[in-house]
């Protein structure tokens, strides 16, 4: 691994003609969290690494992690395997690691904020009660200067992003998604694609207000869509 890791940082860092992207998705690794809401951070990762070809076969820095390129521009693709409310443990030392400016750090995360199948692309703020979110900013030493992901996990009939009932959020959390929740993630998923690839080519501001007011309509289009 270390021969490998020094070949990453020499191609990646040195040698490179733009610097890296650090593109991380969170979750909880394992069959038992396949498929569950909590997993859409990893979902992100896969099927972008599915559209660009690129494998997720190695392990660093308490990672599952690929490497692969658009263009010139050089690509790190991670999904941390510490559990989902240690992820920063994973990602501090892999930003420390390429030395990236954490404009380069993408995180893709679950949020019961926004209705099943809306994505937003976001720079700075907190955490939001995230856990994984949160240990990620604290192992980046509090900075919350890097660009996130949103990748919604409710079901859009709520309208409120709760989960229904008294259910309890975490038990939501780490249950599957119906039919058609599952077929608005599928959709999103290859939104998020098309919105990384903008992200690469034409930077965090304009991909960010383009993507946004898309999703800003799909939102309030999907609100009032029987469920």
Known sequence: MLNINGVLRRSFCSTAVSRPWLFMGLGNPGD?????????????????AESQGISMNMA?????????FIGDTPLLLAKPQTY???SGESAGPLAAYY?????????????MGLPSGVLRLQNNGGHGGHNGLKSVIHNLRGNRE???????????????????GQMDPKAFLLQKFNKLARER??????????????????????????????QKYKHIRLQTMPT
């Open 60 to 68: 660093h820095c308490k990672a599952i992690f690929g490497q692969g």
């Open 99 to 111: 030395k990236l400016p954490l404009n380069r750090v993408i995180v893709f995360h679950d949020d």
């Open 185 to 214: 993630i599928d959709v999103a998923l290859q939104e998020g694609v098309e919105v990384l690839k903008l992200l690469v080519s034409k930077g965090l501001t304009e991909s960010a207000r383009r993507f946004n007011t898309e």
């Open 32 to 48: 038992k969290y396949k498929g569950t809401r909590h997993n859409v951070g990893f979902e992100m990762v896969d099927a972008f």
């Open 146 to 164: 890097f660009a996130r992901l949103r990748i919604v996990i409710l079901i859009v009939f709520l309208g409120i992003g709760r989960p229904p």
């Open 84 to 86: 989902m409310n240690l």
